[in-house]
């Protein structure tokens, strides 16, 4: 068993629909929780950064964790074209440990 | 802008050839890391270091191995490339600390073994 499942999709949902991608991991001491959304051709960026359990808003983005369930969620509002691309979820347990990373989900938003 | 820089975006070697995949990052991180990526196996570590000739073995290092002679350069080296060595090569680098921060990634090099 993976120590980070993530559901690869595809995922494709029309513009200005509201997006949730998920992960689920096996570890407890996973502290640090990271979102990374990937363009084609392009290396993953930093999106979203939380720590413990609780809700993160950004703009049209919202990270969730859940340690008691051992799952993490990014929602997405208000879906742009733009935001088509593959998002990985990200983890570690203490600030020195490298990430684990999930496998992606590729999104596609139809416009 | 904040950079990771990767030597070359595609790169085509034969088997047998020792390949050299450089990285220089520009914002004095201390760690570093490179990551292969593959369809349906997500981002695996090979290598990481923390500081200046320090390295130590990801999930993946069999076939491969390093060298962090300076803070802002980290090497990859395929000993003896193979055909399942065909894969998208990804190096990263995060500062000491702040795992707010996340990691910085380059654009990947495209590595084909034929």
């Known amino acids: 068993q993976k120590e980070v499942e993530q559901d690869p999709g595809p995922l494709s949902v029309p513009e200005g629909a509201i997006v949730s991608l998920n992960c689920t991991y096996s570890?407890?001491?996973?502290?640090?929780f990271m979102w990374y959304r990937q363009y084609s051709r392009k290396g993953p960026e930093l999106l979203m950064y939380t720590y413990s359990s609780g809700n993160k808003e950004d703009g049209r983005f919202t990270a969730q964790v859940d340690k008691s369930s051992k799952y993490i969620s990014l929602f997405i509002r208000d879906s742009q074209p733009s935001d088509s691309a593959t998002y990985l979820c990200a983890m570690s347990s203490e600030v020195r440990e490298k990430l684990t990373f999930g496998t992606g989900t590729r999104l596609t938003i139809i416009p | 802008d904040v950079k990771v820089t990767q030597s070359s975006r595609y790169l085509v070697k034969r088997t047998g050839e020792k390949v050299f995949l450089e990285c220089v990052q520009d914002m004095d991180h201390e760690n570093m890391f490179w990551y292969r990526q593959d369809p349906g196996l997500g981002l695996r570590l090979i290598y990481f270091s923390y500081d200046v000739k320090m390295k130590e073995k990801g999930d993946i290092p069999e076939g491969y191995s390093v060298s962090r002679e300076k803070k802002e350069r980290f090497s990859l080296i395929l000993e003896s490339a193979s055909t399942n060595q065909t894969s998208m090569y990804l190096c990263?680098?995060?500062?000491?600390?702040?795992?707010?921060?996340?990691?910085?990634f380059g654009s990947g090099t495209r590595l084909t073994v034929v």
């Open positions: 990263a680098s995060s500062p000491a600390g702040h795992p707010n921060y996340g990691y910085t």
């Open positions: 570890n407890s001491a996973f502290q640090y």
